[in-house]
């Protein structure tokens, strides 16, 4: 199975601590390498992850608030330190645009790479991002200003082929493809071999959605529904569920729901408040509702399974 991992550089909310980095995350799948979010230190957490620079290809901006977007500049700057090449594709807001290119224009003039943006429509729910191998769908989310989440979806493969019973029917190499594809062997004295024979299924495609910075949200659950593994916003515990009201976030029990009622396979707490010391009880408060729930950390890699 190809790799597909969740890489933590910072789970932390917009009060900078000594404990947490602001957000940002790089999905690994399939030998590509996407970055979620891009908060301030995420260079310095990107050299401890020894997840390679030019690796990065694309960037996706969940919204316009400075614990989220702060760093993007500098690690555009660094790329071109670095001599980049290849174009970095960055994902964001329509108003991001105007504000990244003048500060470019201040600080990166020069660079040997181009920076393609494209405008993200946070109010719906659809492919932004199509190759051979994934897709990314944004995920509308509730916050104080436009804010959207991404779901990572693999695309299905083709069936595995059994070596030994290719080579058992002598069946030609030039026939592996059609095979992969559905086809029957018809033998050589007419004898039709079905094709269930020479292949075994392919792993179930696997998927990631990262949902910070929302108010629970219950129509979530419907755009999310089965996913291997759900990141959302746990900014406070049940005890503040009056301020993450307030200020447009979620408890981990309200995110819990969400996990719960989409049937995930896994939830990971995030985007923690700088007022709590420890998040034990934000963990315990979710694991009530969701057992399969874990708190996200700066340096844990998570397989997406």
């Known amino acids: 199975m190809e790799p597909f991992n969740i890489h933590i550089l910072g789970c932390g909310s917009a009060l900078p601590t000594l404990k947490h980095y602001a957000s940002s995350q790089v999905v690994e799948i399939r030998g590509k390498y996407f970055m979620i979010d891009c908060g301030e230190g995420t260079q310095m957490q990107l050299r401890r992850s020894r997840?390679?620079?030019?690796?990065?290809q694309a960037v996706f901006i969940s919204h316009l608030h400075g614990d989220h977007c702060?760093?993007?500049?500098?690690?555009?700057?660094?790329?071109?330190?670095?001599?980049r090449t290849a174009p970095l594709q960055v994902y964001a807001p329509a108003a991001f645009e105007r504000l990244l290119k003048e500060e470019m224009n201040l600080f990166c003039n020069g660079l040997e790479f181009d920076v393609v943006f494209h405008a993200v429509d946070t109010d719906k729910h659809q492919i932004i991002y199509d190759d051979r191998s994934l897709t990314v769908e944004t995920l509308p989310l509730d916050h104080r200003i436009p804010c959207c989440g991404f779901l990572f979806r693999e695309k299905p493969t083709l069936?595995?082929?059994?070596?030994?019973?290719?080579?058992?029917?002598?069946?030609?190499?030039?026939?592996?493809?059609?095979?992969?594809?559905?086809?029957?062997w018809v033998t050589p004295d007419g004898e039709t071999i079905p094709n269930s024979r020479f292949t075994v299924p392919a792993a179930p495609p696997r998927a990631y959605a990262y949902c910070c910075d929302t108010r629970y949200k219950p129509q979530l659950s419907q755009l999310v529904e089965g996913v291997n593994l759900l990141y959302h916003d746990s900014t406070y515990d049940s005890t503040?569920?009056?301020?993450?009201?307030?200020?447009?976030?979620?408890?981990?029990?309200?995110?819990?729901?969400?996990?719960?009622?989409?049937?995930?396979?896994?939830?990971?707490?995030?985007?923690?408040?700088?007022?709590?010391?420890?998040?034990?009880?934000?963990?315990?408060?979710?694991q009530a509702i969701f057992p399969n729930s874990f708190l996200a950390k700066e340096g844990l890699v998570v397989p997406v399974i």
């Open 70 to 83: 702060f760093g993007l500049i500098g690690l555009i700057s660094t790329f071109g330190m670095l001599g």
């Open 159 to 184: 069936p595995h082929i059994r070596r030994d019973m290719i080579d058992c029917y002598e069946v030609p190499v030039s026939q592996i493809n059609n095979i992969k594809n559905g086809a029957d």
């Open 51 to 56: 997840i390679g620079f030019t690796k990065i």
């Open 240 to 286: 503040c569920a009056d301020r993450a009201r307030l200020y447009y976030h979620s408890t981990s029990q309200q995110a819990a729901q969400v996990a719960r009622d989409a049937h995930v396979g896994q939830l990971m707490l995030g985007h923690f408040s700088a007022r709590y010391d420890n998040e034990e009880n934000i963990l315990k408060e979710a």
